[in-house]
T-cell receptor
Framework: DGGITQSPKYLFRKEGQNVTLSCEQN?????MYWYRQDPGQGLRLIYY???????QKGDIAEGYSVSREKKESFPLTVTSAQKNPTAFYLCASSIVPDRAKNIQYFGAGTRLSVL | GESVGLHLPTLSVQEGDNSIINCAYS??????FIWYKQESGKGPQFIIDIRSNMDKRQGQRVTVLLNKTVKHLSLQIAATQPGDSAVYFC?????????????FGQGTILTVHP
């Protein structure tokens, strides 16, 4: 998984609970991303960060929050406002957020289920 | 098991055959494309990329073809092996974005029979 570590591999959320998914990379990449993957669909962008202490909403940011206090870390919190959180969550990083050549490398994912 | 892939296009081939996976994109201004492979329960893995100023690019056992006229991308896998069984995604960088935001296709399930 190219130096990107996601934890835990499986996570269960109770109704009304916030949960945080961890993503750490040791690739010295500037940009990091969070995607959600549902059955029968491609990856959808939740949040992205081009640099430390800065992040932007993606296409489906509602009910999620992130922080980027360190270059290596980009945790994702699934809040109680996210009414359908069951999905496979993927974290990715790229060397620079440059559009010219943005190969994103992915972690192994976290599968979140609702109890 | 991993439920990714329900209702996705599927391609079944015999081991040793060549595989062709297709992808249509909608944004004529997209100028960079990537193919990813995702095995069950894992994150996507980079296979090959191509810029819009190219029509073809070859890697190890894989070739990507880009037809900008009809906005079509294909991934050819030579001598397909059982280990190639996975979901394959194409991704593009749409035109007009200020940074490399990728838009992913729905994916195609490739099954290789021994």
């Amino acid at each position: 998984d190219g130096g990107i570590t996601q934890s835990p591999k499986y996570l269960f959320r109770k109704e009304g609970q916030n949960v945080t998914l961890s993503c750490e990379q040791n690739l010295n990449h500037d940009a990091m991303y969070w995607y959600r993957q549902d059955p029968g669909q491609g990856l959808r962008l939740i949040y992205y960060s081009q640099i430390v202490n800065d992040f932007q909403k993606g296409d489906i940011a509602e009910g999620y929050s992130v922080s980027r206090e360190k270059k290596e870390s980009f945790p994702l919190t699934v809040t109680s406002a996210q009414k359908n959180p069951t999905a496979f969550y993927l974290c990715a990083s790229s060397i620079v957020p440059d559009r010219a050549k943005n190969i994103q490398y992915f972690g192994a994912g976290t599968r979140l289920s609702v109890l | 098991g991993e439920s990714v892939g329900l209702h996705l296009p599927t391609l079944s081939v015999q081991e040793g055959d060549n595989s062709i996976i297709n992808c249509a994109y909608s944004n004529s201004a997209s100028d960079y494309f990537i193919w990813y492979k995702q095995e069950s329960g894992k994150g996507p893995q980079f296979i090959i990329d191509i810029r819009s100023n190219m029509d073809k690019r070859q890697g190890q056992r894989v070739t990507v073809l880009l037809n900008k006229t009809v906005k079509h991308l294909s991934l050819q896998i030579a001598a397909t092996q059982p280990g190639d069984s996975a979901v394959y995604f194409c991704a593009e960088i749409p035109g007009g974005t200020s940074y490399g935001k990728l838009t992913f296709g729905q994916g195609t399930i490739l099954t290789v029979h021994p």
